[in-house]
């Protein structure tokens, strides 16, 4: 089975720190993604990155950087976390061809920016 | 614009009775759709995949279809049971299938 791991599932953190969300996955998947969701507004794509230390901008990157310096690792940085920040954070692989395949999601990260 | 739209109210519907969730989108092309699960304070879970050449799939008792003309997808899931409760999300290939672009979900309850 797939497994897609993320650092925490709930976290609390004050408006200004820099917040690190780190994701592993276990199946050598080249792809991996961002994803924040809010109620009403879905799953939107922040960054994702096709291989290492390759990383492109989706729909709503500003505010946030990644990195990706090993194969099953991505990072998700919130340089300076602000209260529009607060959301579930989800983070998720696939293979390659195509960037759309059947992605595998890890179980989220609740961020509260307080 | 481009669109994705399911249907924002819950559907409740009794046990052993067939669920039909709706995904309709505009101004998108997708080569293919796929459907995924997500329960509660969790991440989805990939469902089912069909392609713009299939009108159908099946998989146990879920059944997907897609209607590139009518530019929807209908699914399906018979008999359900109260463990089918979830949240549904169509998901299109879009940016030339660079891109999984999501809905917003349609929240399934299947009561006793």
């Known amino acids: 089975d797939v497994k897609v791991t993320q650092s925490s599932r709930y976290l609390v953190k004050r408006t200004g720190e820099k917040v690190f969300l780190e994701c592993v996955q276990d199946m050598d998947h080249e792809n991996m993604f961002w994803y924040r969701q809010d109620p009403g507004l879905g799953l939107r794509l922040i960054y994702f990155?096709?291989?290492?230390?390759?990383?492109e901008k989706g729909d709503i990157p500003e505010g946030y950087s990644v990195s990706r310096e090993k194969k099953e690792r991505f990072s998700l940085i919130l340089e300076s976390a602000s209260t529009n920040q607060t959301s579930m954070y989800l983070c998720?692989?696939?293979?390659?061809?195509?960037?759309?395949?059947?992605?595998?999601f890890g179980p989220g990260t609740r961020l509260t920016v307080l | 614009s481009q669109k994705i739209e399911q249907n924002s109210e819950a559907l409740n519907i009794q046990e052993g009775k067939t669920a039909t969730l709706t995904c309709n989108y505009t101004?998108?092309?997708?080569?293919?759709l796929q459907w995924y699960r997500q329960d509660p304070g969790r991440g989805p879970v990939f469902l089912l995949l069909i392609r713009e050449n299939e009108k159908e799939k099946r998989k146990e008792r879920l059944k997907v279809t897609f209607d590139t003309t009518l530019k929807q997808s209908l699914f399906h899931i018979t008999a359900s049971q109260p463990a089918d409760s979830a949240t549904y999300l169509c998901?299109?290939?879009?940016?030339?299938?660079?891109?999984?672009?999501f809905g917003t979900g349609t929240q399934l309850k299947v009561e006793l």
């Open positions: 998720a692989s696939s293979s390659p061809p195509s960037l759309a395949d059947t992605q595998y």
């Open positions: 998901a299109l290939a879009t940016g030339g299938g660079n891109k999984l672009t």
């Open positions: 990155s096709y291989d290492v230390k390759m990383k």
């Open positions: 101004n998108y092309s997708p080569a293919y």
